[in-house]
């Protein structure tokens, strides 16, 4: 959801245009509606967040986009406002100890991505001299960077073109040009083909498109109440046009549960540690989940990744 950001290579705008942004393709083109309408609402109804401003860095933008993966924006605005006030290069993370970036991460959750973010931060001070590249493929090749965070990386921190496709453009799209209720459990082959064909040519086009759909299917086409009355597309969507018919993956949706799950254990280890002023003894350990065998399950797989560390009785985060 963050805007485009400066190229490394040449002068490029700043944020998105968001003026309404139509393809340069030969012959008529059936989806520029669609666009046209999604970039005025965006531009009157995108939300403030620090990641989309003029002087928000690409490292920046990364961070952002590693933070919002399964964490809500109301959660990680805070969260990144202090990490870039603290990191604000990746030299900085780069040299920070491992136990200061698990505290910073704090409650953001699976924080295996924060060891990955300074993973990410050590690759581009070696491989880049400390500018987050644009290139797809070097943005892949970096830790912890997937399909998705590369493909927004270099729309939003570069302007350049890519498909951006997360959860709230696959449900957009889904309703507004495949006429489902929701899109498939998984990303589908044809779901890439029908992003890839509605997405401009153009790279600042792109960069406003990916921004703007992004937008309306976390604020407007929400996938359990959608706002279709404040909808801009609302005359155009296929969905609506259908009769709005029901979810046909419902059978084969999961609703994660939370209480007495793996997570929620972990979860408690690591807020422990990160709360202790030094090591904790296996004692104090043992007396925060009711299950002995999954609690020493759950701390194996800890010390396994790399969040924490035993030494003999005592657990510390790493240093």
């Not at 690759?123 to 997937?146: K, T, W, Y």
Request: aromatic share 6%; net charge neutral.
């Amino acid at each position: 959801m963050p805007s485009s950001r400066t190229s490394l290579d040449a002068p490029r705008p700043r944020t998105p245009d968001r003026r309404p942004a139509l393809a340069s393709l030969q012959g008529p083109d059936p989806h520029a509606d669609l666009r046209d309408a999604v970039g005025q609402w965006f531009a009157a109804s995108a939300r403030d967040l620090p990641w989309r401003r003029d002087d928000c860095s690409p490292w920046g933008v990364l961070v952002s986009e590693v933070m919002l993966q399964q964490t809500p924006v109301v959660r990680v605005e805070p969260a990144w406002r202090a990490w870039t006030a603290r990191w604000p290069e990746p030299a900085d993370l780069a040299a920070a100890s491992t136990a200061d970036v698990l505290r910073a991460w704090g409650r953001l959750g699976y924080p295996r991505r924060a060891l990955r973010l300074q993973d990410c931060a050590r690759a581009v001070v070696e491989r880049h001299a400390g500018q987050v590249p644009q290139d797809l493929d070097e943005l892949l090749a970096l830790p912890g960077v997937g399909e998705y965070t590369a493909a927004a990386v270099r729309a939003f921190a570069h302007g350049r073109r890519a498909v951006v496709v997360d959860t709230n453009v696959r449900r957009v799209l889904a309703r507004a040009v495949a006429g489902t209720a929701l899109p498939a459990p998984s990303y589908t082959a044809a779901e890439r083909r029908l992003a890839t064909l509605v997405a401009p040519t153009g790279d600042a086009e792109a960069a406003s498109w990916a921004a703007a759909s992004m937008e309306l299917g976390a604020l407007v086409c929400t996938a359990r109440s959608p706002r279709c009355d404040e909808c801009p597309v609302a005359d155009l969507c296929a969905w609506r046009a259908a009769g709005s018919p029901p979810d046909e993956h419902a059978a084969r949706r999961r609703t994660q549960a939370w209480e007495g799950t793996d997570r929620q254990a972990r979860g408690r280890v690591m807020a422990a540690l990160r709360g202790a002023d030094g090591p904790v003894h296996r004692d104090v350990v043992a007396g925060l989940w009711p299950d002995a065998a999954q609690l020493g399950r759950c701390v194996a797989s800890l010390v396994e990744d790399g969040l924490v560390e035993q030494d003999g009785e005592v657990y510390r985060l790493p240093a």
